[in-house]
């Protein structure tokens, strides 16, 4: 069994800026890919960013040059720096992280966080 639980929304004005953390814990033997993704109000959940154990990263187009996405291996914590904020970037932000615990029989499973909101509003 692995939890996820991300911390760091918020409310901000556009422009400013944020930053999420995500950290894994339970029995967990490595992590694969972590990442984020949101859901708006009305609208489907979508990928925002993602991260291999390597550091290779991938971004969403609406995102990209804006937002970064981070890892410390040490700690089974992914990060995502959120710059120059936009309005439209409000949803509430789900971590997700791909797993191989202890005991397993299987491979890599994906696990989700409970949620952060995060909220651009002048």
């Known amino acids: 069994q692995v939890q996820l639980l991300e911390s760091g929304g918020g409310l901000v004005r556009p422009g400013g800026s944020l930053r999420l953390s995500c950290a894994a814990s339970?029995?967990?033997?490595?992590?694969?890919?972590m990442g984020w993704y949101r859901q708006a109000p009305g609208k489907m959940r979508e990928l925002v960013a993602t991260i291999t154990s390597g550091g290779s990263t991938n971004y969403a187009d609406s995102v990209k040059g804006r937002f970064t996405i981070s890892r410390d291996n040490a700690k089974n914590t992914v990060y995502l720096q959120m710059n120059s904020l936009k309005p439209e970037d409000t949803a509430v932000y789900y971590c997700?992280?791909?797993?191989?615990?202890?005991?397993?029989?299987?491979?890599?499973?994906?696990?989700w966080g409970q949620g952060t909101q995060v909220t651009i509003s002048s």
């Open positions: 339970g029995s967990i033997l490595s992590i694969n890919v």
């Open positions: 997700f992280a791909e797993v191989v615990s202890r005991g397993s029989i299987v491979g890599l499973q994906g696990y």
